[in-house]
C-alpha cells in the first residue's frame, strides 16, 4: 500500500488520504472507483466533512455492487453510513445521484429518500432503547 497510495493519488490527481480510504475500503477495486471519478469529475467531491467518502462511490456501489436502496448505498457500503451524520443531509443529492442510474423517478426518489430516513430511525430507536436496558 505504502507505494500504491503516492503512484494512485499521482496518476488520478487524488489526495493521498482519499486514496488510502478508498483502498482501505476496496481494496485492489480502488483504482476502479479512481477510474470511474476520472470519466466522472462532477463526482470526486466529498459527500461530507465527517468523511472521506466520495459521491463517485455511490455510482459504483450501484453500477458494480448492484446496489438498489439508499440504505444498501449509505449504511452498507460506505463509510458515511457510520459518521457523524449518517448522511441524513445528504441524502436527496444522493438519491438523485443513484437514481439517475436506477431510473428512478421523482416520487421514486423522494419514496427512497423517505424509506433511507426511516431506517435512520429505527437505528436510532433500537440504540435508545439498547441504552436504557
Known amino acids: 500500500m505504502r507505494e500504491a497510495v503516492p503512484e494512485l493519488s499521482s496518476r488520478y490527481a ?3 488520504e482519499t486514496v488510502r480510504h478508498l483502498i482501505s475500503f476496496y481494496g485492489a477495486r480502488a483504482e476502479d472507483v479512481l477510474e470511474l471519478a476520472r470519466k466522472n469529475p462532477s463526482l470526486r467531491a466529498t459527500i461530507t466533512q465527517y468523511s472521506r467518502d466520495l459521491y463517485v462511490q455511490v455510482l459504483f456501489s450501484v453500477r ?3 446496489a438498489k436502496t439508499l440504505s ?3 449504511l452498507r457500503r460506505m463509510h458515511l453510513g457510520i459518521s457523524a451524520g449518517r448522511g441524513n443531509q445528504q ?3 444522493i438519491a438523485a445521484l443513484a437514481g439517475r442510474e436506477l431510473g428512478w423517478s421523482d416520487d421514486e426518489m423522494q419514496h427512497r429518500v423517505e424509506e433511507f430516513r426511516a431506517d435512520l430511525d429505527k437505528d436510532r430507536f433500537c440504540l435508545n432503547a439498547e441504552q436504557g436496558l
Open 14 to 16: 487524488m489526495p493521498t
Open 64 to 66: 458494480e455492487e448492484g
Open 72 to 74: 444498501d448505498i449509505v
Open 91 to 93: 441524502a436527496e443529492k
